[in-house]
């Protein structure tokens, strides 16, 4: 008993500090299917008892592989963003719509192993998220591949205030009804921002942000971002040609307090 009121007494201020914050979490589409998987949903179902409001975005690059490879369809790519043509787009509307459903029952079933067992927990997701196309760049056309243009701040503000966890997919849809295929990390970071999130927290397998001396930079704040940045050129390409550990730097730089590049087996 000892030993547990002494970790709770050094948990509290913790508790209390990030109780009513906002975190924007960032799974890539290996993590939904990595056994580590189970872990992660756990511990964000305890992150949402304690009063964090909570934002997840996925993933879905190996899903959709899968599903291109099923068809006989090849994968095209440049500065590593995926070409989205009709095809594709299919494929793309398959996948993240079968993973959206399994992270909601995943999500559901680990209630009754959870701290919120016997609660409601509640999770939305909706068309809040609108996109643009990115259109023709060095005389590559991306078709169905967009960009985040905005995410609807107060829809989600106000799914957060009812205490739901916030599910934002990588398709975005402009007013004129077309669907777009999103940079996973795009969505979570321009989420981060446009919501003033108090943290954006990046799973992935990659070893992450790593400073001068290969250490890995587990923390992120907006005063660090300039030397970072900097390092890792002077030449910043397009959000959406940067790699995950770039565009967590640029994300926390424009509105949040600190990010996390979370090196996680996923």
């Known amino acids: 008993m000892p030993e547990y009121v002494n970790w709770l007494r050094h948990a509290s201020p913790y ?17 939904v299917e990595h056994p580590n998987f189970g872990n992660i949903v756990h511990d964000l179902v305890l992150l949402h008892s304690l009063g964090v409001r909570l934002v997840l975005v996925h993933g879905s690059r190996p899903q959709i592989e899968a599903r ?20 594709t787009l299919e494929c793309v509307i398959d996948a993240v719509g079968q993973l959206r459903i399994a992270i909601e029952a995943r999500l ?10 016997g609660s409601r927990l509640r999770v ?7 996109a643009r196309p990115i259109g023709v760049l060095e005389g590559v056309d991306y ?44 969505v979570a970071t321009r989420a981060a921002i446009d919501l ?20 890995l930079v587990r923390e992120l704040r907006p005063q660090q971002v300039p030397a970072h940045l900097q ?5 910043i390409r397009p959000s959406c040609w940067m790699p995950p550990p ?10 949040i307090s600190s990010a996390t590049p979370r090196t996680a087996p996923c």
Do not use: W
């Open 124 to 130: 939305a997701s909706g068309n809040l998220v609108t």
């Open 231 to 235: 390092r890792l050129g002077a030449t």
């Open 108 to 117: 559901s079933m680990d209630m009754a192993s959870s701290p919120m067992q």
């Open 143 to 186: 078709h169905h591949t967009g960009e985040v243009r905005r995410v609807d701040r107060k829809g989600i503000n106000r799914l957060l205030d009812e205490r739901s966890i916030v599910l934002l997919s990588p398709l975005g849809y402009s007013p004129t009804g077309e669907t777009f295929n999103l940079a996973c990390e795009d």
């Open 15 to 31: 508790i209390n500090a990030h109780r009513d914050c906002t975190f924007v979490v960032m799974l890539p589409g290996d993590g």
């Open 68 to 87: 291109l490879a099923a068809r006989g369809l090849t994968p095209h790519y440049h500065h590593g963003l995926r070409i989205t043509d009709a095809a």
């Open 196 to 215: 003033g999130a108090d943290k954006l927290l990046l799973f992935g397998a990659d070893p992450g942000l790593l400073d001068e001396n290969g250490k």
């Open 246 to 255: 770039r565009r967590a730097a640029a994300g926390s730089d424009a509105a």
